[in-house]
């Protein structure tokens, strides 16, 4: 069945320091989003990708969707306090409403 | 209401017992989705609902688990005969296909369900 792989599994980096979690699919995806879980929370949208080659930004953050349709990647430059939180991609396969998430990536960021 | 509102958020109960818990998705989103995420792990996939299509019930781990959607709204999740391992907070989702929309699931607070 469909898996969607996401490393690492924990990040721990200084305030100011750049941070990437990486996505992998099994499959080849419509479509991948990201989510943000603070701690105790909830995951909450931040973005989504449809098109092979795709890269999108909100002001830090950096979102880019492979060629293949398969890998995504979410980078952060100069990682703030507010963005501690866990980091999941969520994919969904082509003709299917399914959406799989990978296990996330938990950043720490020490000020 | 203006999202997706679950109950109970807490719920403790012995080995053994039925529990349901329940989900009013955002008025209007035709899918909805139950999602299983176990203390500091990742989200797991348990069905999926779109409109009056027969649901994903792919996700399930077993037959203990089951769930309904009434009228193309409210859900619920029912698990019999609890475990200990059933223990975790149990997220719904839901979304509006087509149009113009992002595809953007909307989470609920989730259903924190303890088996002692």
């Known amino acids: 069945g469909q898996q969607v792989m996401q490393i690492p599994q924990y990040q721990h980096v200084q305030e100011g320091e750049d941070f990437t979690t990486y996505c992998n699919s099994s499959?080849?995806?419509?479509?991948i989003q990201w989510y943000k879980q603070r701690p105790g929370g909830h995951p909450v949208f931040l973005i989504q990708?449809?098109?092979?080659?795709e890269v999108k930004k909100q002001k830090r953050l950096t979102f880019q969707f492979g060629e293949a349709k398969k890998n995504s990647s979410l980078h952060i430059t100069a990682t703030q306090t507010t963005d501690v939180g866990t980091y999941f991609c969520?994919?969904?396969?082509?003709?299917?409403?399914?959406?799989?998430f990978g296990a996330g990536t938990r950043l720490f960021v020490k000020a | 209401g203006a999202g997706v509102s679950q109950s109970p958020s807490n719920k403790v109960t012995e080995k053994g017992k039925d529990v349901e818990l329940r989900c009013d998705p955002i008025?209007?989103?035709?899918?909805l989705y139950w999602y299983r995420q176990s203390l500091g792990q990742g989200l797991e996939f348990l069905i999926y609902f779109q409109g009056n299509s027969a649901p994903d019930k792919s996700g399930l781990p077993s037959d203990r688990f089951s769930a309904e959607r009434t009228g193309g709204s409210v859900s619920t999740l029912t698990i019999q005969r609890t475990q200990q391992e059933d223990s975790a907070v149990y997220l719904c989702a839901s979304n509006q296909r087509g149009g113009a929309n992002t595809g953007e699931l909307f989470f609920g607070e989730g259903s924190r369900l303890t088996v002692l």
């Open positions: 969520a994919g969904r396969n082509t003709g299917g409403f399914k959406t799989i």
């Open positions: 499959t080849t995806l419509s479509n």
């Open positions: 990708l449809v098109k092979s080659g």
């Open positions: 008025s209007g989103h035709t899918a």
